[in-house]
RNA sequence: GCGCUCGUAGCUCAACCGGAUAGAGCACUCGCCUUCUAAGCGAGUGGUUGCAGGUUCGAGUCCUGCCGGGCGUGCCA
């Protein structure tokens, strides 16, 4: 809606232009926005604040001038100047009616686009090591990762969600050592217990499952205990099925699923590694020094030059990085965006670096990055401090049996990314009705209720009769459920745009509020054929709108609570 | 020290690319279930948007400098 006002300001423009009132040389970007206040229409421009300097004029005469420009449409019912000269419209009412007739015969497909055009999208989230349990800052992570691609499906992408991970190297040979120390019957307060050891108790049930030949299948390997205490690498092997298991697990409990598993093994086993490496050493961007190898990153708006082969022959982890990228881009994804904590943001830089050194036109921009805050997590009013080789760590597991799946995904992603956020276990898991989840989830079964009682008070529903009364329904409070219905496409866009699935929950809180205040105050079920056909139509379609958005957000629609 | 980032009501958070009188929830006070689900609704209290400048017709939003929190600045990932 927002485009196609965009458009009629667009054509006057150019009228003005012609005429020479507007200087033909002059850019325009027009802007509409949602109006805050109903007294200033539905939506407005202030166009004519930003061309009355270039024009020479002031704003409410240039106002004037593009409002006699706009062309003749079926969609705008009345145009206003007000204040300093913004132009406000007044959307035609047939049009709010019309958006209620598509929601309910788009279902489930209203509020999407196709602006994607099918261009395959790669999401790249959690990517844990498989050293241990799930826990909180991961959930933040598989939830905002798995929104971000339904709502980039929903705007006409379609995404591939890939989880990558280390199946080898140090902090792996780590693990399997720790599992063999607790096979031997070793705690973390014995002297002979590795010295940066997993201590989490999780070790210890590993350790059992392997010594009894238990079987474990991830969705991503399968491996069967070998049970014997001294063969260290079919400890890791199966250490790291066993853990991978149990990420699963969590991840299934949380409604979240891959497409594709990527291992940094693979990447030297493929001789991906040792290729980069020669191409950067190839194309004069590294240099030897105090026995290591170095990157010059600061040619590509780096602080300083990394170290990319560690003094004992290693590689430092930003060089698999890189060559698991220049990967990604040859597999010809339109669009490749890595979801990661904020703590690594500096692997931004110097990813991307790597990537221009190779001289291989990858794109600066490459690969994008949805980066988050860290979250903070209270538990009887004190910080609890998240440290997987601690092991006192709160599992997003637990999580999800105390507070519930939706409860716990909603709250991970309605907040922004960039917002650290608390999160009190003690309020999560009181099962108090604070959580704005069922505040969306209770209109959403609100409407249900409604429609189920139907038969039991004799009356009927006509859903053609009912768009056909929408016209009639003339309360301030269903005026503005249509206007607030009529703005989910723009925001499903616009939290796409931002890849922040936390616009859809602050739209999916105000409808909700909206649609709870109407009902508590209007009757649905009345006498008066059109007006209840026309209040229900207009109450599925609400519904349908909360269902649409929760299910971006990967939290379920009750029917009833 | 340097870099990135955040700072909005007592608390948790909104405010769409700079737009009109900065909004919700919680908490607190007072009301609303003989009517479709009270996990709800209505009313009230609560703000110098960390501070000081600047740009602009217009700044919570952009720029500069301070103050405060987080993260980074490892041959850890």
Redesign the pocket.
């Known amino acids: 809606m927002?485009q196609q006002i965009?458009s009629l300001l667009e054509a006057a423009t150019d009228q003005l232009k012609s005429e020479g009132f507007i200087p033909a040389d002059h850019p325009i970007?027009?802007?509409?926005?949602?109006?805050?206040?109903k007294?200033?229409?539905d939506l407005?421009?202030?166009?004519?604040?930003?061309l009355?300097?270039p024009c020479q004029s002031n704003?409410r005469a240039v106002a004037e001038k593009l409002i006699a420009a706009l062309p003749d449409n079926q969609i705008v019912d009345k145009v206003?100047i007000?204040?300093?000269?913004?132009?406000?419209f007044y959307l035609a009412g047939e049009s709010s009616a019309e958006i209620v007739a598509d929601i309910l015969n788009r279902r489930a497909q209203f509020g999407t686009n196709d602006s994607g055009q099918g261009r395959k999208v790669q999401v790249e989230f959690v990517s844990a090591?498989p050293t241990g349990p799930l826990h909180v800052g991961h959930g933040r992570n598989a939830a905002l990762g798995d929104s971000l691609c339904r709502l980039l499906e929903a705007n006409g992408w379609q995404p591939t969600r890939e989880f990558y991970y280390?199946d080898a190297?140090?902090?792996i040979n780590n693990l399997a050592i720790s599992v063999q120390s607790r096979i031997k019957g070793l705690t973390p307060e014995d002297d002979a217990w590795p010295a940066d050891g997993y201590r989490g108790e999780y070790i210890i049930e590993l350790a059992r499952s392997y010594m009894k030949g238990d079987q474990v299948i991830a969705d991503d390997r399968e491996v069967t205990a070998k049970a014997d205490a001294d063969d260290l690498d079919a400890i890791l092997e199966f250490a790291v099925a066993y853990l991978r298991h149990e990420q699963d697990l969590d991840l299934k409990a949380f409604d979240v699923r891959f497409d594709v598993y990527s291992l940094?093994s693979s990447l030297y086993s493929d001789g991906l590694v040792e290729a980069t490496v020669k191409q950067l050493v190839d194309n004069g961007f590294t240099y030897e020094?105090?026995?290591?190898m170095?990157l010059k990153t600061t040619e590509f708006g780096d602080?300083?030059d990394?170290?990319m082969?560690?003094?004992?022959g290693?590689?430092?982890?930003?060089l698999?990085?890189v060559a698991y990228h220049k990967a990604k881009f040859e597999r010809g994804f339109d669009r490749v965006i890595n979801v990661q904590?904020?703590?690594?943001?500096?692997?931004v830089?110097?990813v991307r670096a790597g990537l221009q050194a190779l001289k291989e036109g990858i794109p600066e921009g490459f690969p994008d990055y949805a980066?988050y805050?860290?979250i903070?997590v209270m538990r009887g009013g004190e910080e609890v401090k998240l440290s997987k080789r601690a092991g006192s760590y709160v599992t997003l597991r637990d999580l999800i049996e105390e507070a519930g799946r939706d409860a716990t995904r909603y709250f991970l992603v309605?907040?922004?990314a960039?917002?650290?956020?608390?999160f009190?276990i003690d309020l999560a898991t009181s099962?108090?009705?604070?959580?704005?989840v069922?505040?969306i989830?209770?209109?959403h079964?609100?409407v249900?209720?409604?429609?189920?009682?139907?038969a039991?008070?004799n009356l009927s529903y006509d859903e053609a009769a009912g768009l056909a009364a929408l016209g009639k329904l003339d309360l301030d409070a269903e005026r503005e459920l249509m206007t607030q219905l009529r703005?989910y496409p723009?925001?499903v866009t616009?939290a796409a745009?931002?890849l922040?699935p936390?616009?859809i929950a602050?739209?999916l809180?105000?409808l909700?509020?909206?649609?709870?205040?109407?009902?508590?105050?209007?009757?649905?079920?009345?006498e008066q054929d059109d007006q209840r056909n026309a209040?229900l139509v207009l109450s599925k379609a609400v519904a349908q709108v909360l269902a649409n958005g929760l299910n971006l957000l990967g939290v379920s629609a009750?029917?009833?609570?």
Request: proline share 4%.
């Open positions: 927002k965009a970007r027009v802007m509409v926005d949602n109006t805050r206040d007294a200033h229409g407005a421009s202030n166009l004519a604040l930003m009355a300097k704003p206003e007000a204040g300093p000269g913004f132009i406000n090591n280390n190297g140090a902090q940094e020094d105090d026995g290591a170095w602080d300083k990394r170290v082969r560690k003094k004992d290693g590689y430092t982890y930003f698999p990085d904590g904020a703590d690594h943001h500096s692997t830089t110097r980066l805050q860290m903070m309605s907040r922004r960039d917002a650290q956020i608390t009190d099962k108090n009705n604070d959580n704005p069922y505040y989830q209770y209109a079964a609100r249900h209720g409604v429609l189920n009682r139907l039991e008070q703005r723009d925001v616009a745009d931002a922040e936390a616009m602050n739209y809180k105000d909700a509020g909206l649609f709870h205040s109407y009902y508590n105050s209007n009757k649905m079920l009345v209040r009750p029917e009833s609570m």
